[in-house]
């Protein structure tokens, strides 16, 4: 794992791609999302249920409960909601667990613009944004095995 990782920072070192990580706010992620930027919460089950989501986002945990991570297998489910030359949010609870992913989509996978929502759901909350039950978009990603 390690050594493909390595591989794929050298590769995109070679290729010169230039990478950019935007820490956001809620009024930017409000924005962004009116842009249909998509946003992917990588949260676990049980954060989704207990806060709910914001509307339309793609739900696909990175760490698990003991905080490992398979990510290839992660970002396989990953790169049909965004190709490497497209946009996209990552949302966490309260930002920190997105700095990491932010970081590994940009550094190791290539993509050129990661917003990272820097105080997470919580955040958005906080600041009055709208979330919905995550019912639904958990039974629809189980059933597609998208989650």
């Not at 290729?15 to 820490?23: F, K, P, R, T, Y």
């Amino acid at each position: 794992m390690r050594h493909l990782i390595l591989a794929c920072s050298l590769a995109l070192a070679t290729l010169g791609v230039h990478a950019e990580i935007i820490d956001i706010d809620s009024a930017e992620l409000d924005k962004l999302i009116k842009k249909g930027v998509p946003v992917v919460d990588i949260r676990l089950q049980s954060e989704w249920e207990e806060t709910g989501i914001v509307s339309d986002s793609k739900l696909l945990t990175f760490f698990d409960e003991r905080g490992k991570v398979d990510a290839p297998a992660w970002l396989n489910k990953f790169s049909p909601i965004a190709k490497p030359d497209q946009p996209v949010i990552v949302i966490c609870r309260t930002g920190n667990r997105t700095k990491a992913v932010s970081q590994f989509l940009s550094q190791q996978a290539g993509y050129a613009t990661v917003y990272n929502v820097k105080s997470g759901i919580k955040g958005w909350i906080k600041d009055g944004g709208a979330v919905v039950p995550a019912t639904q978009s958990i039974a629809a990603c189980r059933s597609t095995k998208t989650c």
